[in-house]
T-cell receptor, first 113, second 115 residues
């Protein structure tokens, strides 16, 4: 089945640690995205990538980093510089172009302990 | 910049009753609008999208939405609620930024369905 796989589903991090969230898609989509979801705030864009080896900051990129070495993969690293990392993180992908629908993974819930 | 506003963070209906979830948009160009549904601890699933082909858009699970330019609205409706419709619903508008697709989401409306 084609889709987007995020792992792990739940992740716990100690303060001061970096953690990496995995996102893999087999939809052959060029564009991939990372969103952060907090209660009552909808989804906010962290980073996006239109092609391999290229990515751009979204609205809330501070404290996050990404890479796009393969078309299928778009991992997100939450660094220790992110002051409030506890949230639900969603990865999405879409075909290239504007106004196309995005397909979402099942999400990773990150909790700082 | 484009934006969407969802009126009502929580909506509660009885099973079998009409579902109406409100979304108003702000856009200086003809908008492309989406409704997504999210079940607890899950990702988002596309319900329907408006791309200017028709003002009344039918989606999955019996949902539909009507685009009204004069009211800048794109409300989501379902004639008869089912218990399985309980979820959070997000309205979104698509903005073209440097050739890519940026989705701007509303804050969401949580729908509760009671017997």
């Amino acid at each position: 089945d084609g889709g987007i796989t995020q792992s792990p589903k739940y992740l716990f991090r100690k303060e001061g640690q970096n953690v990496t969230l995995s996102c893999e898609q087999n939809l052959n989509h060029d564009a991939m995205y990372w969103y952060r979801q907090d209660p009552g705030q909808g989804l906010r864009l962290i980073y996006y990538s239109q092609i391999v080896n290229d990515f751009q900051k979204g609205d809330i990129a501070e404290g996050y980093s990404v890479s796009r070495e393969k078309k299928e993969s778009f991992p997100l690293t939450v660094t220790s510089a992110q002051k409030n990392p506890t949230a639900f993180y969603l990865c999405a992908s879409s075909i290239q172009g504007t106004h196309t629908e995005a397909f979402f993974g099942q999400g990773t819930r990150l909790t700082v302990v | 910049a484009q934006s969407v506003t969802q009126l009502g963070s929580h909506v509660s209906v009885s099973e079998g009753a009409l579902v109406l979830l409100r979304c108003n948009y702000s856009s200086s160009v003809p908008p492309y609008l989406f409704w997504y549904v999210q079940y607890p601890n899950q990702g988002l699933q596309l319900l329907l999208k408006y791309t200017s082909a028709a003002t009344l858009v039918k989606g999955i699970n019996g949902f539909e939405a009507e685009f009204k330019k004069s009211e800048t609205s794109f409300h989501l409706t379902k004639p008869s609620a089912h218990m399985s419709d309980a979820a959070e619903y997000f309205c979104a508008v698509s903005e073209a930024v440097r050739g890519y697709n940026k989705l701007i989401f509303g804050a969401g409306t949580r729908l509760a369905v009671h017997p």
